[in-house]
């Protein structure tokens, strides 16, 4: 009797191996892809290498020429303040001149429209050094009608420049805004306070400022 061919029993299937195999290779592909490792390589995608050079040499010109504009504008703007009136004013600059203009100006009104009944005259003679032109004829003119009624209403006036702004000043000429308090009194009657605001222009005259005009505010 002839036995049978008998196969081993723990001998593997090689047919079910190989289709195994291929289908492992082919559900677990690998963790980087082709494409990822090259654009990973490089730390930057292959876009933003091309873009950031050509950015840079874009915004290099555009930064010089405004530069170059603004320099430009900066110039012209200064050369248009040394050419206008302002730059010329030297209430803006001269500290010195401008409190000189503005002490002599406020002194010399309180000089003028400060008086008793008895003593007019020293009013009167202090016009003469303090005012020149227009104002001098002005406060002649104004003098004159309240020389009459001194005497007779006993009135007594006080005056003082509480603030004195010089607008402009330019060489011997300037004009002033001036802020005055005044007191006054009739015979034994009660006082009153009143302020008043001047225009006042003045010229340097005899190494001082006397006052060429007056304009009620």
Do not use: C
């Not at 012209?76 to 409190?99: I, M, V, Y």
């Amino acid at each position: 009797m002839t036995e049978p061919d008998s196969q081993p029993e723990n001998e593997p299937d090689t047919d079910n191996k190989t289709r195994n195999e291929t289908d492992n290779e082919t559900d677990n592909p690998t963790d980087n892809p082709t494409g990822n490792e090259t654009d990973n390589a490089t730390g930057n995608p292959t876009g933003n290498e091309t873009t950031a050079p050509r950015w840079r040499t874009a915004v290099a010109p555009l930064a010089v020429t405004a530069l170059l504009l603004a320099g430009g504008a900066f110039f012209h703007a200064a050369h248009q303040l040394r050419s206008t009136p302002s730059a010329r004013n030297q209430a803006l600059t001269d500290t010195a001149a401008t409190t000189r203009v503005g002490g002599d100006v406020g002194e010399g009104l309180a000089r003028i429209f400060s008086y008793t009944p008895t003593s007019s005259d020293a009013a009167e003679r202090s016009a003469g050094t303090v005012l020149a032109g227009r104002a001098a004829r002005q406060y002649g003119d104004l003098f004159a009608q309240v020389r009459e009624s001194l005497v007779e209403q006993r009135l007594t006036l006080a005056t003082q420049a509480v603030r004195t702004g010089v607008i402009e000043l330019d060489g011997d000429s300037a004009r002033l805004l001036v802020f005055l308090d005044q007191v006054s009194r009739r015979d034994k009657g009660a006082v009153t306070a009143a302020a008043a605001q001047l225009t006042v222009t003045a010229r340097f005259q005899d190494d001082r400022w006397r006052i060429t005009d007056i304009k009620a505010r």
